[in-house]
């Protein structure tokens, strides 16, 4: 009985802003150690017995992103999902289900966020072997993580009747987020655990469940899956379908109504949801002050303070419970306790129709990335990174001209009629509305610089003839 992997890649990237943004949430950042934390969540399946290669659920905008970041890694998932807009996590668990018992009967689904840190990996693993062990025997297992403060911001679950393993109880059940006193009671009580939104589930099992309690999810799941789509490695979903799907949380639309719900309780997992940059300085090293210091930082009389400098030398002088951060093109300066109002810095931003609370200034694409470096009025610069065999869509520009230098590698260019080959230090002009496109023949990455002259720079001034990525309008 193979334990099926579900790695849920969601989130609107507002809770750790200016790092974290709508186009580029949390999971595929580097916050904590070498690899992301999509990276994370995959490796650390290594240690489970019985684990087949993850089905990945996503969106369309950030599809080649973590086909990027898995790859990179060298995880290949069995299937990467495109939601077509977000249901929340029932429908998407329904969809998993409905492909894991597509190879077999018996197949076991573990759900996993993406965007968690779990510092002890061992006890991970036996957790999940653990957890397998019980949902063999039809029950729908969640990880219950043993509190450590009376935290307001977790739903908990309280444990019932033990079902024979060590650690393992029934659910008596679900607790929405508490007030302080509330869990104060729970934590002196201690059989309250956090919700840790993570899951072992036998597929079978979860369906008929979910047919008994949101039988519209099941349907429009399974329509969905039918009428989907395969565009290379993804499967995308029936739009139509998906969006009948009524938005409710596994939590909500079974876990909560089912006799059959069971919790592991998860200690010493040394486990993060990350939910603020509060929750990120926690987890980190600090000095003698009680600062957690992160890049380029200078301090003096400096005390209890995040900061995280991603591109320029931050200083500090005389401040105390602060989180800094500072990205290439926003910094954030927050009181530690303020630290989750950061959202409202993202509601503004999208009220007045900024992209610093959807993209970067750095941009990547399933091609390679571009980076802005000036602009002004009529022109701008970027740096633009291809990568080998990669190739950009073939198109025009009713509004911009364009300026390519070779800074590295060897470009291929097709403009208008001519195709050239350019190696460093050679440019080519590409006047406004000539048909035209950029590739990658070499084994090297490409780099070169962009120069645009226009009336208008937006990027929805693109016209695709051609694209190796499905994006041809």
């Not at 999208?350 to 990335?369: A, C, I, L």
Request: glycine share 8%; charged share 20%.
């Amino acid at each position: 009985m193979n334990i099926h992997p579900v790695i849920l890649c969601g989130g609107n990237g507002t809770r750790l802003w200016p790092m974290s943004r709508g186009g580029y949430p949390k999971q595929y950042l580097k916050l904590t150690g070498e690899n992301t934390l999509v990276q994370q969540t995959a490796l650390r399946l290594n240690g489970v017995r019985n684990v087949a290669s993850p089905i990945v659920i996503t969106n369309a905008e950030q599809r080649f992103l973590v086909a990027e970041q898995l790859r990179s890694v060298d995880i290949t998932p069995s299937s990467i999902v495109l939601e077509p807009m977000g249901r929340n996590t029932a429908p998407a668990v329904a969809v998993a289900a409905l492909l894991a018992r597509q190879q077999s009967d018996d197949a076991l689904l573990m759900v996993l966020p993406s965007d968690h840190v779990i510092a002890n990996e061992a006890m991970f693993a036996k957790l999940a072997n653990d957890a397998a062990a019980i949902a063999r025997d039809n029950y729908l297992v969640t990880f219950g993580i043993e509190p450590t403060e009376p935290h307001t911001g977790y739903g908990y679950i309280r444990s019932g009747a033990g079902l024979g393993s060590d650690g393992a109880y029934l659910v008596d059940r679900f607790v929405e987020k508490p007030d302080s006193a509330t869990a104060q009671g729970f934590l002196k009580e201690g059989n309250y655990y956090w919700n840790s939104g993570m899951f072992m589930l036998k597929a079978a099992t979860y369906l008929e469940e979910l047919g008994r309690h949101e039988p519209e999810i099941l349907k429009q799941a399974e329509l969905a899956l039918q009428a989907s789509t395969r565009d290379a490695d993804f499967i995308r979903l029936d739009a139509q379908a998906f969006a009948a799907c009524p938005s409710i949380s596994i939590d909500y639309a079974v876990m909560e109504k089912t006799e059959q719900a069971a919790v592991v309780a998860a200690a010493g997992l040394g486990w993060n949801d990350i939910g603020s940059w509060t929750a990120l300085a926690e987890i980190e090293a600090s000095d003698e002050q009680g600062n957690a210091l992160l890049g380029d930082v200078l301090t003096e009389d400096v005390s209890n303070s995040y900061v995280r400098a991603e591109h320029r030398m931050v200083a500090l002088v005389g401040v105390e419970n602060l989180v800094v951060v500072e990205t290439a093109d926003a910094v954030l300066v927050a009181h530690r306790d303020r630290a989750q109002d950061v959202k409202k810095i993202v509601e503004q931003l999208n009220e007045s129709g900024r992209h610093e609370s959807v993209t970067h200034r750095k941009v990547f694409r399933p091609w390679g990335s571009y980076e802005g470096i000036d602009q002004g009025d009529r022109f701008q610069v970027k740096r633009i990174v291809v990568k080998p065999g990669s190739s950009l869509s073939l198109q025009m520009h009713h509004h911009r001209a364009e300026h390519w230098i070779v800074v590295r590698g060897t470009a291929r260019v097709f403009n208008g009629d001519q195709v050239l080959l350019l190696s460093e230090n050679q440019s080519t002009y590409i006047p406004l509305g000539v048909t035209h496109r950029l590739e990658n023949p070499g084994k090297i990455p490409l780099e070169l610089i962009e120069v645009q002259s226009g009336t208008y720079l937006g990027e929805d001034d693109i016209v695709r003839f051609e694209d190796n990525y499905g994006r041809v309008q």
